[in-house]
């Protein structure tokens, strides 16, 4: 039998033959304790293997959410638009970041990222195994920290995470990184990080980047240039391409060959990656063909429109707190100032960048300012925050343009000259300067034509009076002086008052018709702050309340747009990073009736006398219709001038900041008023603007209608006022049709005074008739008789202003019969010669009292009458005629040949 019959079948076969041999007792127990060893070493690794598994899986559990408002969500610029939606500015934070599309970044942009950072992003799910093991390979033979992220675990790291150097950064990185993978895209992914990513200086994303240090479009850059971006990935400082191209410098360091050697790294691996040709990878290699700007195009550069653009970014911060429901602090101010660096808004102004450019050409190049009266005072040193100081030349001055039909601002200018840093002094909002005279348009006369129903014609006193409730400061009563002491006229009208800017008058208006309170609530509808007030007869009647240029362009507005004040808004709007409109300015714009439109067009009306014969001239327009009022401040320290035409409404300052005095022949009217003109004329040649009225309609329109009024007493008018012997006579002007007066003047008599002595004619007297003026009892000047003041009434009202007189007309004409002269014999003529310039006794004593009681019921009659009514013009016609017959010493043919007429006018009214 061969030996292999001796074989054991394969299926009884076994592994381990049993030893023939004693096994070697060391090297038995050198076998026995590698296999007891080897059971250990596997029951650690195994431990081990599970603490790591353990330990990962906490540091899973722990990881923070995946909260994906975290990387849309980063801090973006805004940007500020004029209202034509062109770019003004950008408005940034530390980060500079412009979100853009992956659609606006070009390929070679895209694959020049992922060639350097992550050659096989397309491909992974998140995390790429294959570069992580590299990673440590090359980590644990070099010692070097060799990163294996991917772009995505970047972008968590970015966004999510910090930049912790640790294994439960890693870990959680790499989970997220995954879950990120299944919620967005690849495109997704590479657009929010190439938004986030960091690339030296303050650039955030590659669009600033682009623009930071090549001045370009992402769709301009080279291929070059692309790469130069990515390879800055890993640290921006040391690859820094303007830092090596043109600042650090070295005997022993290349640094422009850092940045270009990194920069044909980045190319190299678009190569081998095939993302571009080999022609297109050996052109990119030429130098040239990146070009590297020596400074950032938008470095200490001061935007365009600095004091509006800084004044409309104040009004969005505060708009800001108020959508988010936050107290105006400076700490909250500061919280959404840095909201709007940081939030990608777009913030769309009403600024008209033509007009600013008008008003900033013209303050900023004007060679007519006026001189102050102190040569010393011509530069004032500022000092700054940081220290140090400018010297900025006085007197400084501060314009605003509004389009008071929308309640825009147009134009805003702080200084006469050009900032040279940001948030400067706005003295168009931030300074408070004392206005004069330009207040009284709003504080005095439209409150008194609204409260009191008057007319233009109606009457106030010019006079050296002490005024009810005006007190100095020992709380005795006085007046104020006007302009130079003097200029006191006696009675006037409030629109030759206003005109003609006379102090006294104006405080007589206020404390007779308005009232300081009253006046004051009128300053607060038309949106002047309370802090701005200074609620004195004083403050409110000379101007001594600081109401800042802005603030008075809105209260004249209102005045321009028939009492209807509207909120000035400097934003139209503002829209969220997405193009969401947030806010709507004109939306939530203010808006109410201030004043009526009848004492709206009145004041308009009477402050257009202050432009063609007032104090104002100088700031006429050719063919331009104007109406504004002139301010002069106590001692001439700054002047002002607020006015508007068809068009638009303009108010400019010219002061010293320290409120140092100006050459003491500097007026509103001769220096601020041609400010105005200066740039007002240009903007509306510029603008090639035709002539249009202020407020649009005929008087009619607004309820308005012209009566004739003595010009002392501001009652009807009678024969005796216009035959006033100091030649003050009648005025005729525009009166509310539901005010109109209806009793007749009762401060004149007519008399026959003696042509030597003026006294009451006496028998031999050579006369002349004339009318005289007495003050009836409740007067306010009636008091004033038999006191230190007579002298005034007899200067500015006529000797028989002083005599006391009553009610009683006979008891009135036996008094002033007393007083006959005497020169040319006694006096005979008894008391009944003191009467109206009539001789015929029919006329006199039966005719004219009847007359007179027809036109105050004519008068009763045509205010009942809607404006447009057939019969309108004829009565007011008839009214008109039988107030002139009546003024000529009429016989009784002609007068009652005219009360026939307006009967008959009456009864056609009546139908």
């Given at each position: ?325 936050l107290e105006n602090t400076s700490h909250n101010r500061n919280l959404m100032e840095n909201e709007l660096r940081t939030g990608g808004y777009h913030v769309y102004l009403c600024l008209d960048t033509q007009i600013q450019k008008t008003v900033e050409d013209v303050l900023y190049n004007y060679t007519n300012y006026p001189a102050l009266r102190d040569p010393a005072d011509s530069v004032y040193r500022a000092r700054n925050s940081d220290g140090t100081y400018d010297d900025i030349p006085q007197p400084q001055a501060a314009a605003v343009v509004l389009d008071y039909r929308t309640g825009e601002l147009k134009a805003i200018v702080g200084s006469r000259t050009p900032p040279t840093r940001r948030k400067t002094l706005n ?485």
């Open positions: 039998m061969k030996l292999r019959d001796y074989a054991v079948p394969r299926s009884r076969r076994r592994l381990l033959r049993p030893r023939l041999r004693k096994p070697n007792f060391l090297f038995s127990v050198i076998v026995n304790t590698l296999r007891v060893l080897a059971i250990v070493v596997l029951m650690l690794a195994l431990a081990g293997v599970g603490a790591v598994l353990g330990i990962a899986r906490a540091y899973v559990d722990t990881a923070p959410s995946l909260d994906l408002t975290l990387i849309d969500d980063q801090a973006q610029t805004s940007f500020i638009y004029d209202e034509n939606g062109n770019l003004i500015t950008d408005y940034k934070g530390t980060e500079n970041r412009v979100m853009v599309s992956i659609s606006e970044m070009t390929t070679d942009l895209q694959h020049a990222f992922v060639a350097v950072e992550d050659a096989r992003f397309y491909t992974h799910n998140g995390v790429d195994l294959k570069r992580i093991v590299g990673a440590l390979i090359q980590n644990f033979t070099t010692g070097s920290q060799q990163g294996g992220s991917t772009i995505t675990q970047q972008l968590i790291k970015n966004t999510i995470l910090s930049s912790e150097q640790s294994y439960k950064r890693k870990i959680q990185e790499a989970y997220l990184a995954m879950q990120l993978e299944n919620q967005y895209t690849k495109e997704q992914i590479l657009e929010s990080y190439l938004n986030t990513i960091y690339l030296g200086e303050n650039y955030y994303g590659v669009y600033t980047a682009a623009r930071g240090y090549f001045g370009k479009k992402l769709n301009e850059l080279s291929l070059r240039e692309c790469a130069m971006l990515a390879g800055l990935c890993t640290n921006p400082y040391y690859y820094n391409p303007r830092r090596n191209f043109y600042i650090r410098q070295s005997e022993t360091t290349d640094y422009t060959a850092i940045t270009n050697n990194r920069t044909d790294y980045a190319l190299r691996m678009m190569y081998e990656n095939q993302f571009i040709t080999h022609e297109q990878y050996i052109s990119a290699l030429d130098h040239d063909t990146a070009h590297v700007l020596e400074t950032d195009p938008d470095s200490g550069k001061m935007y365009d429109n600095v004091y509006y653009v800084e004044y409309a970014i104040g009004d969005v911060v505060r708009t800001l707190l108020k959508l988010n429901g003295r168009a909002s931030d300074m408070n300067m004392p206005v004069g005279s330009a207040i009284k348009p709003i504080a005095v006369y439209a409150p008194a034509l609204e409260l009191s129903g008057l007319g233009a014609g109606a009457v106030t006193y010019n006079m050296p009076l002490p005024i009810s409730g005006y007190l100095d400061s020992s709380q005795k009563e006085t007046w104020p002086q006007n302009y130079g002491g003097s200029s006191y006229r006696g009675p006037e009208t409030l629109r030759t008052a206003l005109a003609k800017s006379d102090n006294t008058a104006a405080a007589w208006v206020l404390m007779n018709y308005v009232g300081v309170d009253n006046s004051y609530n009128f300053l607060r509808l038309l949106g002047v702050s309370e802090k701005h007030i200074n609620k004195t007869p004083f403050g409110l009647a000379l101007g001594s309340s600081g109401i800042t240029p802005v603030e008075m362009a809105a209260a004249y507005g209102a005045l321009a747009s028939g009492g209807l004040y509207q909120e000035p808004i400097s934003f139209l709007g503002i829209a969220d990073s997405s193009g969401n409109v947030i806010y709507d300015s004109h939306a939530r714009q203010q808006r109410y009736q201030a004043f009526s439109p009848s004492t709206a067009w009145l004041t308009v009306d009477m402050m257009k006398d202050a432009v063609k014969n007032g104090t104002a001239t100088k700031s006429r327009i050719d063919g331009q219709t104007v109406a504004g009022k002139t301010g002069t401040n106590s001692d001439q320290k700054g002047v002002f001038f607020a006015g508007m035409t068809g068009w638009y409404c303009g108010t400019v300052w010219i002061g010293h900041d320290n409120y140092k005095a100006l050459s003491s022949k500097i007026t509103g009217g001769n220096s601020a008023a041609a400010l105005w003109n200066a740039f007002m004329s240009r903007i509306h040649q510029e603008k090639g603007l035709a002539n249009r009225d202020i407020l649009e309609g005929s008087p009619e329109d607004y309820g308005l209608v012209k009566v004739t009024t003595c010009s002392v007493s501001g009652q009807l008018a009678t024969d005796a006022c216009r035959h006033d012997i100091n030649g003050y006579g009648v005025v005729t002007d525009y009166w509310p049709r539901s005010s109109v007066p209806t009793q007749y003047c009762q401060m004149h008599m007519l008399v026959d005074l003696c042509a030597e002595t003026g006294q009451i004619a006496s028998s031999g007297c050579p006369s002349r008739q004339a009318g005289i003026i007495i003050l009836p009892p409740g007067h306010p000047l009636y008091d004033f008789i038999g006191t230190q003041y007579e002298d005034v009434l007899t200067k500015y009202l006529g000797r028989f202003a002083v005599v006391r007189t009553t009610g009683d007309e006979n008891y009135n004409r036996r008094i002033l019969a007393a007083s006959a002269c005497t020169v040319h014999g006694a006096y005979g003529g008894g008391y009944d010669n003191i009467q109206p310039v009539i001789t015929d006794p029919l006329v006199r004593d039966q005719l004219l009292p009847d007359a007179r009681s027809l036109l105050a019921s004519a008068q009763s009659l045509l205010q009942s009458l809607p404006y447009g009514h057939p019969a309108y013009a004829g009565l007011q016609n008839a009214i008109d005629n039988l107030n002139n017959v009546i003024g000529g010493s009429p016989t009784a043919s002609v007068l009652t040949n005219a009360m026939a007429v307006l009967t008959q006018a009456m009864a056609a009214a009546r139908n």
